[in-house]
């Protein structure tokens, strides 16, 4: 009877999220790990057949690095940006376009999901200006290729949800000539899931959420309102890699996104834990 109960806890959620966009931001270990990897595919493949439409943006910082490594470059990071010049520009796209974004791909069709590989510059998908160079301490810091999204071209993602595809998209963005543009993968989830309407942004990540003690799992905050966001900050509650995570929530959600979830991938099945039952698995943010 357990499993009964677990699929009509579902019924309601299936019911009220049917025909809904669901942007999952893949990230962490539901990257890395082969066994996470086959069971978010799954899970994503399981939101197409109850009638969701799930579109996928993915990072890939580690993999970046450890290529350039590999190529005798090393990465060069300022206040948590990657500096990106043209070689390295060439590698990210080699590795996200190349690489991540194509395995993702084919864990997708492996468990009978349509799927199909987007880079940012594909039919100028999204549309990005370089990032301004900044005084920090005295000094000009230029990041180089890192750009800021300007605009999502959502005509081209409508087309193949329509068609029953799973977008799967890079961070890789091309300015008015023609550049290629490094882009933050949680900036662009959130942009994207604005730009589509969606009605969830998920975040996978290798944190349960967050925590209102870093050392103590146990201490994860369900729920969490934006206006309660600042507070939180302020208390050193929400800190470090979190900060710009939760900023992207906020963002999508002041641009029409309804909820926000940041659950840790490394658990099995955590994404149809947190959008199938009561309690879900990491922090929501809402308004």
């Known amino acids: 009877m357990k499993d009964i109960d677990v699929l009509i806890e579902a019924l309601p959620y299936i019911k009220k999220f049917h025909d809904k966009k669901i942007l999952i931001k893949y990230g962490g270990h539901a990257m890395v790990d082969d066994e996470a990897k086959s069971s978010t595919a799954r899970d994503t ?8 439409q799930p579109l996928i943006v993915h990072g890939g910082g580690p993999d970046i690095s450890r290529s350039m490594n590999k190529l005798g470059k090393e990465p060069k990071f300022i206040q948590g940006l990657r500096v990106t010049d043209e070689e390295t520009m060439e590698i990210i796209e080699m590795v996200l376009v190349g690489k991540i974004s194509n395995e993702i791909v084919s864990e997708l069709i492996q468990h009978d999901g349509k799927a199909i590989s987007l880079s940012g510059k594909d039919s100028s998908l999204i549309f990005a200006h370089k990032k301004e160079a900044k005084k920090i301490d005295e000094e000009i810091i ?17 087309m193949f949800l329509q068609n029953d595809y799973i977008p799967v998209i890079s961070p890789v963005g ?24 969606a009605e969830k942004l998920i975040i996978l990540t290798d944190v349960p959420g967050v925590l209102r003690n870093p050392d103590d799992p146990d201490s994860l905050i369900q729920k969490i309102r934006v206006c309660e966001i600042p507070q939180l900050i302020e208390d050193g509650v929400i800190s470090g890699g979190m900060i710009p995570k939760i900023e992207t929530c906020v963002k999508a959600i002041e641009e029409g996104v309804k ?29």
Request: contains cysteine; negative net charge.
């Open 45 to 52: 493949v399981l939101l197409k057949y109850v009638g969701m």
């Open 174 to 197: 091309i300015a008015k000539d023609g550049t290629s543009l490094n882009l933050n993968a949680d900036t662009v989830a959130g942009e994207v899931a604005s730009a589509v309407g």
């Open 259 to 287: 909820s926000c979830h940041i659950i840790d991938g490394r658990k099995k099945h955590s994404l149809l834990l947190e959008i199938f039952t009561t309690d879900g698995i990491g922090t929501m943010i809402f308004k």
């Open 142 to 158: 230029d990041l180089g290729l890192v750009g800021e999204v300007d605009c999502v071209n959502t005509d081209l993602l409508d």
